[in-house]
């Protein structure tokens, strides 16, 4: 098995983890070190609190997903002792030849049944699952109830005025936005969630109220238009009896959360996808209590902009695996694309991973849009629609960077001019284009500029909030 660092390191479900398996690696923990002939398969003890040590194994019959399994009672998946069984395999520790065990070459047998089951044969194919009509009429059914509710909060938080948020005013406000969850309705839950913490905010601070309040009718314009086009959506499907999950945006804004079953069934997949992540970055959604680890990659055939997402609740952290910064070519049998019109999310089962050629290095600013002007184009298009972010993110071609005055700004190869800044509501700790200057070289010619694309009220114009730059050799990171 060809293992490296960055490979352990992105199985572990925390870096945490993956250091404490390290150690246990470095102070000699494991004994009776076994593989098979064909080393797909590694197993080992490991010296615990206890007498008796914990058998832990590690199953590379899938290569780019192996199998761990430990008989400790952690939690964590891989647990540190997995993780400090691929340390050993790393460090070359020497693994004697043995006969597969045979609790291991049971497990195996199920596991290949399981995944035959789920993939069918020509001959005998799976057969859908059928969705519960009569459940689903009456998750709608309540869901109509929930934006009627909505609607009534809105309408007295706009009647009462946004100041009005607080005291037993936000207690009663907060109850009646739990109670949207009941209503399968999280997505304006959270939206209102979002409201109330930026009237708090003015309340504790109230030199941020321009920025905040904006901020809040902002998502206030967004819930209306999502309560409105919901209840159409809604009330077509229960008038036709078709209880299905469709391929609209309004799904997940309603709060429904996409299975990849069910993407599939709806034929949102792309076979033999190959991705190349352009940035990375993680911040604290407050609203959802959640960490999100957003990346961003370029579909390297196409051109087209993913971003991947993983949702880290912070009540169970150390339950949730971490994502981090990928490099090299990443080649996905199967992508699952979410419905939406911008920006839109993906996923994927499993991906092998290796390095980009040269000539496929050299031509991933070649991707970018063919200039300043058409992207403008593309990203006013987007951003209009209600229910979209008021950001895209755009590959810009570049023909130089600079300085005027106090803002950095891209020239594109053209002569057509974008201003480079932060976002502000990304908060501070993504703030990077200062460090376009702090590049330890300067930009080359065929190069690219991948960030977001945003409107700024300030000055009421577009900008870009520069991430990565692309260049015919490498792919410079301005974030993590």
């Not at 490991?46 to 007498?51: F, T, W, Y």
């Not at 997402?309 to 169970?316: F, S």
């Not at 980009?356 to 002007?373: H, N």
Request: glycine share 8%; aromatic share 8%.
């Amino acid at each position: 098995m060809d293992l490296t660092e960055q490979f352990i390191l992105l199985q572990a479900p925390n870096p945490a983890a993956a250091e404490n398996g390290r150690k246990l690696s470095k102070k000699g923990s494991f004994s009776a070190h076994r593989r098979t002939q064909d080393g797909t398969l590694y197993w080992a003890e490991c010296a615990g609190s206890g007498k008796t040590p914990y058998r832990v194994s590690i199953d590379f019959t899938n290569r780019d997903a192996p199998t761990c399994r430990c008989s400790c009672p952690s939690r964590q998946f891989p647990c540190k002792h997995a993780l400090g069984l691929m340390f050993e395999i790393l460090g070359a520790k020497p693994f004697e030849t043995a006969e597969i065990p045979e609790d291991i070459a049971d497990k195996r047998a199920k596991q290949a049944a399981r995944a035959a089951k789920r993939e069918g044969t020509a001959d005998d194919p799976p057969k859908p699952k059928k969705p519960n009509a009569a459940a689903r009429k009456k998750k709608l059914a309540r869901q109509l109830e929930g934006l009627d509710m909505a609607e009534k909060m809105m309408d007295e938080l706009l009647t009462s005025g946004l100041g009005t948020l607080a005291g037993s005013s936000a207690q009663t406000f907060d109850k009646l936005a739990k109670e949207l969850g009941s209503c399968y309705l999280t997505g304006p839950q959270t939206a209102f969630t979002r409201v109330a913490l930026a009237v708090r905010a003015v309340q504790k601070d109230p030199t941020r109220a321009d920025g905040a309040y904006a901020e809040a009718l902002r998502i206030l314009v967004a819930l209306r238009s999502t309560i409105k086009k919901g209840r159409t959506f809604l009330e077509g499907k229960l008038e036709v009896g078709d209880f299905s999950n469709q391929d609209s945006a309004l799904f997940e804004a309603l709060g429904g959360v996409w299975t990849l079953e069910e993407l599939g069934a709806i034929g949102s997949v792309r076979e033999n996808a190959k991705l190349v992540q352009l940035s990375f970055d993680v911040s604290l959604d407050e609203a959802r209590k959640e960490y999100v680890e957003r990346g961003w990659w370029l579909d390297v055939d196409s051109g087209e902009l993913w971003q991947t997402l993983n949702l880290r609740p912070l009540k169970a952290l150390k339950y949730v695996k971490g994502e981090d910064s990928r490099f090299g070519l990443l080649d996905t049998p199967a992508l699952y694309i979410y419905p939406g019109e911008g920006d839109r999310r993906v996923r994927w089962e499993g991906a092998s991973t290796r390095p980009l050629t040269a000539q496929e290095q050299a031509a991933l600013p070649r991707l970018a849009q063919p200039g300043v002007a058409e992207a403008v184009k593309l990203v006013k298009g987007k951003i209009k629609n209600t229910l979209a972010p008021k950001f895209l993110a755009v590959l810009l071609p570049v023909g130089s960077i600079g300085r005027i005055g106090e803002d950095y700004v891209l020239e594109d190869p053209a002569g057509a001019r974008i201003a480079l800044r932060d976002r502000a509501e990304d908060g501070t700790d993504h703030a990077c284009t200062e460090r376009l200057g702090m590049l330890p070289r300067e930009i080359p010619a065929g190069s690219a500029l991948f960030g977001l694309m945003f409107y700024d009220g300030r000055d009421k114009a577009l900008c870009l909030h520069p991430y990565s730059v692309v260049t015919p050799d490498e792919i410079l990171r301005l974030q993590y």
